[in-house]
């Protein structure tokens, strides 16, 4: 067991996903049993088109919902000693599923190097400090279960122990055809897959700004709501509108940072990993301030 009580505060959002954006994130009107893809058509006015050639989809979504967050707090122009630590579950899922296509079709001599190479977990991070200019650390946290805690957990201790003042944290997973008939297990029977990316600017804990902090552990005395569900008083789930994804914690966090402010205790976004029974919770101070104006 492990518990991470340090506090970090939140100055930046940004969300790209199969419901919209922060938006529609705050509406919470249930998904279409069959939802769009996220619509990513922006970046194309935000990049060049030689830039953007061989970024695959799982890499687009994490760098325009990074960009978001990065012009939400302000960071445009002092990105060098930013950190990026990034959670995801299935990581580039379509490009390993093209690679292992193209050595179906090709023969391993001839399988495609692109695929190969955007095939890697650490592709979608990798990417978007390239493209943003990001020097500071990197890190990808890659697991079925609770990737978004855990990148999160990193980004609260790198900022607690002084290594950094500036932490890009977030969460992307794609979905793909291929990939949910070769494993039908990660599949809800009663709510559709949804993929996207959430991403938030963090900073040392200050009082002038809401504050995360995350804590790991056997047992947890909220409800236990859907998959990495949000825990909050009255047992609310986000389910039939953000869909079944390993990113809902992290929308989980955003929506409790969006809401109106109505009261000073802490909203506890609560995710499980069935496999080993652990819970991560996510606890979110907004203070006297939400982001719903920001949205």
């Not at 069959?34 to 890499?59: F, G, Q, V």
């Not at 986000?238 to 079944?244: L, T, Y």
Request: charged letters at 15%; one cysteine or more; glycine letters at 8%.
């Amino acid at each position: 067991m492990c518990d991470t009580r340090v506090q970090a505060s939140v100055v930046g959002l940004g969300l790209v996903h199969t419901l919209g954006g922060c938006r529609q994130l705050l509406t919470r009107n249930p998904l279409p049993k069959s939802p769009p893809p996220p619509d990513c058509s922006r970046l194309t006015s935000l990049l060049s088109a030689k830039t953007l050639r061989r970024i695959p989809r799982y890499a687009r979504m994490a760098t325009l919902a990074a960009m978001d967050a990065i012009t939400q707090a302000g960071w445009q122009d002092d990105l060098a000693n930013t950190a990026l630590f990034l959670g995801t579950a299935y990581g580039s899922v379509a490009m390993n599923l093209d690679f292992m296509d193209s050595i179906v079709d090709n023969g391993a001599r001839l399988a495609s190097p692109t695929a190969f190479s955007h095939a890697v977990t650490n592709i979608g991070a990798g990417l978007v400090s390239m493209l943003l200019g990001i020097q500071g650390s990197l890190i990808t946290i890659s697991q079925f279960s609770l990737s978004f805690a855990g990148a999160l957990s990193y980004a609260c201790s790198y900022l607690g122990t002084g290594r950094g003042e500036r932490v890009l944290v977030g969460a992307v997973d794609e979905i793909d055809p291929r990939f949910t008939a070769l494993c039908p297990n990660i599949q809800s029977p009663s709510y559709p897959q949804s993929e996207g990316a959430a991403f938030f600017c963090l900073v040392p804990a200050r009082a002038d700004a809401p504050r995360l902090s995350v804590r790991f552990d056997k047992t947890c005395s909220a409800p236990l709501l859907f998959a990495t569900g949000l825990g909050m008083e009255g047992a609310v789930d986000n389910a039939a509108s953000f869909g079944h994804s390993p990113v809902n914690q992290a929308l989980d966090t955003m929506l409790a940072l969006l809401q109106e402010q109505t009261a000073g205790n802490a909203i506890d976004c609560i995710g499980w990993d069935a496999n080993s029974g652990r819970y991560a919770v996510v606890s979110v101070e907004r203070g006297c301030r939400s982001f719903s104006s920001m949205a």
